[in-house]
């Protein structure tokens, strides 16, 4: 249900008529939103909705072309992120800035850190401020202060723009959180959960933008949709269900997300025996054709890094890794592509895209050598593939000579998909494929790979959202600390079983061992060695 | 493999939205695909022709472009490789040096086996490759940053030059056929430099846009960790593209050798890596890596040329000229820094 847009008064947070065009695209239309204070609203939307730009309107870093904001019904004059933390309005952006080399205090008061005559650090000070803060918010348990920038895990670095955000000379008022379980485990999740009650409950307006339903209805009152930079609908979250928001979002239904099928043969393309590199320890694993196995655990398990033992960046230092039966050394990625393993890594950006060259070039890199004479690039055949795999994959541009930057996360996603389809792989490991992805595509992506593995790919999924585990995975392996420790097939399988190995505790060193073996009899598929 | 996948397209689709171009989008992509910045450079060329050919008739006169396009063979060669260098990300400030220690060889290669041109061209470009293996290997296996791996080579390879030479000119080559040839030749009307230009620039076009080496030279330059993920090997890459900017460095020493009679240590070659960073950050090369193109090098060889030659022609002081060509390049830099909207917060990136 639908409750008609607030009148953009009263107390709270409040975006009134803002319209935001960078050059001829229009990110923004006549946007009015209202933020209460004492409530949590959700903002949600596909990537390319607007709702980072709204963040950034509220928060000083852009300025809106028509429009203004309020806070308590006071029109403020945003010009800089400065201003929006003068008047109390905070963000914790989905990449925590952190300076490495220094502490978690000078982290926190970077700016405006205690100094006495001289300009000289005042580490009494510092100490004595950075205690009783931690102490003020309840975080005194979880983040020593004395700790580097770059030794903290990535929900310590969350922590600190946290305290960041509810430290300063004036008081938050309004405390906007940019998708910030992106990077968290789900134990880690309610602790900051907890705190964005406590946030709540002391009367501040918490703004909260997430992708991930079962956040929103467990933290949201109120949910706002944007949709094609116009609000779609203000819903209460009492009231509302996921169907009602997938369809503002994306104005149509999504039946079903998941698209699983059971289509794995007994051919194994991945055999993996004891694996051993400096992060992960005596992995044993196996993928075969048309499965989609998952791997799943808590950020920092030692999946990201196993896979990309098995793109073959890292070196292997004991352990074997056999491909459709035969023993493969990998001295390099370039190996494990002409193996037929593809990664599509976690940091899409960093990892995978050329953000300045066009679909095109980004799709056919790993196809060069298929589509070149001599030295030379057939340009019309390499033309033909991107223009294949973009409409295969549907992604959304306006040519494939459109430069990868200009495309939202979902469509970034789909080019780095194309690029592996391209090569068609054996085997095809997928790091967190949905990362930032909206809805739409989201389905879409799971659609893809439904596909793949019906064509016989082996399919290596890591995740860190488990109704995507459990929906895509015919078999889920466990990983803590670079150790499998637990195998589950899809009967097995439940959120609790799935939680239950990935935070087990470490006591016993010599289980995980037993239990990292999965029993390779015969050719069943779904070796059962639960814990 | 993948035949399973939907081929069906729907309205949004790729494909159906570039069925309907308005006018104005027409205009940008073919403004886009003759070259926003090459436009500029044709642009600021004209007016540097048009100013000093106002000023002095003689300027835009057959001779005196001559003068002008065998006067930037040489920094010439020198920005079309180092062009290639920082698309791949890196830098080569060494390249002058490179230069002075190849004319040196090439003379003193050329005296000591009794006037055997090729022996010392070849002697040359092989010293080039040589120094070009070891900057890309101090770089990579010593992780030394390029700028600084390369301004250590400025200086020695300086100084090789002048411990070998005794720091002054050396030999005389204009008495030999080929030399004679390279300095002075002409084919249908245009010096045999500039046809050596000409084909280097054009070698390295084709390389850097029809090759796959081209394409992954890009990769590298704009994401290397991804290049290398998408397996490229970087390491060989950046060892051959030093070693090609060791051998093109060397064959302008050839030619700066060639055209000044004598093997050269360090007059003549000084300044050029400067000249040649000027040339390819005007010409639109990215600075970070990743952008750029051979085309717009030459476009601003072409301008840097016109205006030495027109301020020379115009008796002003060669003091003066160093202070625009540094001028230039932080202008072109700014530009470039402008257009891809970063704030200016701290370091640039």
């Known amino acids: ?110 700016g405006s850190l205690p100094r006495r005559a001289g ?98 209805f467990r933290l949201a009152d109120r949910i706002a949709v944007l949709r094609d930079g116009t609000v779609a609908g203000t819903v209460d979250a009492r009231t509302t269900d996921e169907g009602e928001l997938v369809r503002l979002m994306v104005g149509r239904d999504l039946s079903t997300l998941f698209a699983r099928q059971h289509v794995a043969t007994d051919r194994v393309v991945l055999q993996v025996d004891n694996l ?82 066009t679909i095109r070039d980004n799709t056919s890199l790993v196809s060069l050598g298929r589509l070149r004479r001599w030295r030379f690039v057939n340009r019309g055949r390499e033309k033909a593939l991107a223009q294949d795999y973009a409409n295969r994959l549907r992604v959304r541009a306006p040519s494939i000579e459109a430069e990868v930057r200009t495309l939202s996360g979902g469509n970034q996603q789909k080019v780095v998909l194309a690029r592996w389809l391209a090569r068609k792989p054996a085997l095809l490991i997928l790091d967190e494929p949905t990362r930032g992805v909206d809805i739409g595509a989201k389905a879409e992506i799971y659609q893809i790979i439904a596909d793949l593995a019906r064509a016989g790919t082996a399919i290596l999924v890591i995740s860190s959202e488990l109704p995507e585990v459990l929906g895509l995975a015919d078999r889920v392996l466990v990983m803590q600390n670079g150790r499998v420790t637990g195998h589950l097939d899809h009967t097995q399988a439940t959120e609790e079983a799935i939680l239950a190995l990935a935070m087990a505790d470490d006591l016993t060193p010599d289980l995980p061992h037993e239990t990292t073996t999965a029993p390779r009899t015969g050719t069943d598929p779904a070796p059962g060695g639960t814990r | 493999m993948t035949t399973a996948l939907s081929v069906d397209r729907e309205p949004g689709d790729l494909g159906d939205l570039g069925d309907r171009p308005t006018p104005a989008a027409t205009a940008r992509t073919w403004l886009a695909r003759a070259g926003g910045q090459n436009l500029g450079l044709i642009g600021a060329l004209a007016l540097v022709l048009t100013v000093f050919g106002s000023l002095n008739p003689n300027y835009l006169g057959w001779d005196n472009i001559q003068v002008i396009a065998e006067a930037v063979t040489i920094s010439g060669l020198l920005a079309v490789v180092q062009t290639v260098v920082i698309i791949c990300g890196a830098l080569d400030i060494s390249v002058g040096s490179q230069a002075g220690l190849a004319s040196v060889t090439s003379a003193m290669v050329f005296t000591a086996t009794g006037s055997n041109s090729l022996l010392g061209i070849g002697a040359a470009i092989a010293i080039g490759a040589v ?124 030619l700066l050798t060639a055209r000044t009679g004598s093997g050269q240590p360090v007059s003549g070659s000084e300044g050029l890596e400067l000249q040649s960073i000027t040339a390819a950050a005007l010409g639109g090369c990215a600075l970070k890596g990743g952008r750029g193109g051979i085309g717009g090098t030459l476009l601003a060889v072409a301008l840097l040329g016109a205006l030495q030659n027109g301020l020379t022609v115009q008796g002003i002081n060669a003091f003066w000229q160093n202070v625009a060509q540094g001028a230039l390049l932080v202008a072109a830099v700014v530009i470039q820094q402008r257009r891809t909207g970063e704030r200016a917060v701290g370091l640039p990136a």
């Open chain 1, 119 to 216: 300009r000289r650090l005042d580490r009494s000070e510092l100490r004595r401020r950075i205690t009783a803060d931690l102490e003020r918010l309840g975080f005194d348990k979880v983040l020593d202060p004395e700790l580097l920038g770059s030794q903290l895990t990535a929900a310590q670095r969350q922590l600190v723009e946290i305290l960041r955000a509810l430290t300063g000379d004036t008081a938050p008022r309004a405390i906007a959180f940019d998708e910030p379980t992106s990077s968290l485990s789900d134990h880690e999740v309610d602790a900051l959960f907890a705190l964005i009650g406590r946030l709540r409950d002391a009367g501040i307006a918490v703004i909260y933008v997430s992708h991930r339903m079962k956040e929103i």
């Open chain 2, 131 to 254: 120094i070009g293996v070891l900057n890309g290997a101090v770089i990579i296996y010593g992780r030394v940053n390029a700028t600084i791996a390369t301004l250590a080579g400025l200086a020695a390879y300086k100084g090789i030059a002048q411990l070998i030479s005794n720091g002054s000119a050396q030999g005389y080559v204009l008495n030999d056929s080929l030399f004679v040839f390279l300095s002075r030749g002409k084919i249908a009307g245009l010096p045999v430099m500039v046809w050596l230009l000409l084909l280097a620039a054009a070698a390295v076009n084709v390389l850097l846009k029809y090759t796959d080496i081209g394409r992954n030279i890009f990769a590298i330059g704009g994401n290397d960790t991804a290049a290398r993920l998408a397996g490229i090997n970087l390491n060989k890459y950046l060892i051959a593209v030093y070693a090609l900017s060791g051998m093109v460095a060397a064959a302008a020493g050839v």
């Open chain 1, 1 to 110: 249900m639908t409750i008609p847009t607030a009148a953009a008064s009263g107390a709270g947070l409040a975006a009134e008529a803002i319209t935001k065009r960078f050059g001829p695209v229009q990110a923004l239309r006549d946007v009015t939103l209202h933020f209460p204070p004492g409530q949590v609203t959700a903002l949600m939307g596909e990537n390319g909705a607007g709702k980072s730009t709204l963040l950034r309107i509220l928060t000083g870093d852009h300025q809106p072309t028509e429009g203004r904001v309020l806070l308590d019904g006071q029109v403020l004059d945003l010009n800089a992120p400065t201003d929006a933390r003068r008047a109390g309005i905070r963000i914790i952006p989905q990449e925590p800035e952190i300076i490495p080399h220094v502490s978690v205090a000078e982290n926190v008061y970077a």
């Open chain 1, 276 to 357: 051993t590199t400096d992060d992960v320890h005596d992995v044993s694993l196996e993928v075969r054709a048309g499965e989609v196995v998952a791997l799943a655990g808590l950020i920092g398990a030692g999946r990201s890094e196993l896979a990309l033992a098995l793109a073959g960046d890292t070196p292997v230092r004991s352990g074997t890794i056999r491909v459709d039966g035969s023993v493969v050394r990998l001295r390099g990625p370039r190996d494990a592509i002409r193996c037929g393993i593809g990664l599509a890594p976690e940091e899409r950006k960093a990892q995978a895209l050329f953000l300045q060259r």
